[in-house]
């Protein structure tokens, strides 16, 4: 049975002194905590604030959460899956950024394109950056993750493209891309311009647009910002912006070896 999992933000365990020691909590971190119902004996796994993983006994829950640590485990590197995905009205951010974290992917951007039906001013944006980050910390608590995905703020494609000039391999989704352009060439394809890569070095960025989809010029512009970029084709069927994104990074992290 997989461990019940809490990120802790400002706490380091290999600092802590006491074989008994309190988990400095956040509130909502201490309501989710109430929720589970944990019982003394029972283990939990913590990621600190360095990002290390400990397996934990709970001692004791009446007043917040106090532990004993069992053991230190080391995490495995793994390749990085960034998802530059084009803003989307409503609620299909949320969507993506919570099945995205499920699936393992590292990071997520924000992407204002030409064709972006929503708009956000800076009050918008502020408030969406929060509300995506705490889906993250959710989702990579459910899903058992080793860490929270970073969210970046809302980018132009003239900043992504500043994002993606150092990546592995830039895989672009693109309706109008040749049906053969798959996932798994456009990764060789970079790993192979990187020269002999060991898989958990692979950095790889999957480009996905709006509702309206990229227009060419920006396809040009992500096709020149690194040499390794590829179109890609997710078949024949025109996939709405939010399944996409999370289709596009499950073909990524399958090729990859996570799934």
Same mark, same amino acid.
């Given at each position: 049975?997989?461990?019940? $999992?809490? *990120?802790?933000?400002?706490?380091?365990?290999?600092?802590?002194?006491?074989?008994? *020691?309190?988990?400095?909590?956040?509130?909502?971190?201490?309501?989710?905590?109430?929720?589970?119902?944990?019982?003394?004996?029972?283990?939990?796994?913590?990621?600190?604030?360095?990002?290390?993983? *400990?397996?934990?006994?709970?001692?004791?829950?009446?007043?917040?959460? @106090?532990?004993?640590?069992?053991?230190?485990?080391?995490?495995?590197?793994?390749?990085?899956? #960034?998802?530059?995905?084009? =803003?989307?009205?409503?609620?299909?951010?949320?969507?993506?950024?919570?099945?995205? @974290?499920?699936?393992?992917?590292?990071? *997520?951007?924000?992407?204002?394109?030409?064709?972006?039906?929503?708009?956000?001013?800076?009050?918008?944006?502020?408030?969406?950056?929060?509300?995506? $980050?705490?889906?993250?910390?959710?989702?990579?608590? $459910?899903?058992?993750?080793?860490?929270?995905?970073?969210?970046?703020?809302?980018? @132009?494609?003239?900043?992504?493209?500043?994002?993606?000039?150092?990546?592995?391999? %830039?895989?672009?989704?693109?309706?109008?891309?040749?049906?053969?352009?798959? #996932?798994?060439?456009?990764?060789?394809?970079?790993?192979?311009?990187?020269?002999? %890569?060991?898989?958990?070095?692979?950095?790889?960025?999957?480009?996905?647009?709006?509702?309206?989809?990229?227009?060419?010029?920006?396809?040009? $512009?992500? =096709?020149?910002?690194?040499?390794?970029?590829?179109?890609?084709?997710?078949?024949?069927?025109?996939?709405? @912006?939010?399944?996409?994104?999370?289709?596009?990074?499950?073909?990524?992290?399958?090729?990859?070896?996570?799934?």
């Amino acid at each position: 049975m997989s461990l019940h $999992q809490l *990120f802790l933000e400002d706490q380091i365990l290999a600092h802590q002194t006491d074989a008994v *020691f309190p988990l400095r909590l956040t509130p909502e971190d201490a309501k989710h905590v109430r929720v589970l119902r944990l019982i003394p004996g029972e283990h939990i796994a913590v990621i600190d604030a360095s990002g290390d993983y *400990f397996e934990c006994q709970v001692e004791a829950v009446s007043d917040g959460l @106090t532990v004993r640590i069992c053991r230190r485990a080391e995490v495995p590197e793994r390749p990085q899956v #960034m998802l530059v995905q084009g =803003l989307a009205k409503g609620d299909k951010m949320d969507t993506v950024i919570r099945q995205g @974290t499920e699936l393992g992917v590292a990071a *997520f951007v924000p992407l204002a394109c030409e064709r972006s039906v929503v708009k956000l001013d800076s009050a918008k944006e502020a408030k969406r950056a929060r509300r995506w $980050q705490a889906i993250a910390k959710s989702a990579a608590m $459910q899903s058992g993750q080793p860490s929270i995905p970073e969210i970046s703020p809302l980018r @132009t494609v003239e900043e992504v493209c500043s994002l993606l000039a150092q990546a592995t391999a %830039v895989a672009i989704c693109w309706e109008e891309a040749p049906l053969e352009g798959r #996932m798994g060439y456009a990764i060789q394809k970079g790993r192979a311009a990187c020269g002999a %890569v060991h898989p958990s070095d692979v950095r790889l960025a999957v480009v996905v647009g709006p509702e309206g989809g990229l227009a060419a010029s920006e396809v040009d $512009q992500l =096709l020149a910002c690194n040499p390794r970029a590829s179109l890609v084709s997710l078949g024949s069927s025109i996939l709405r @912006t939010e399944t996409a994104g999370v289709v596009a990074c499950a073909l990524a992290l399958y090729e990859l070896g996570c799934l």
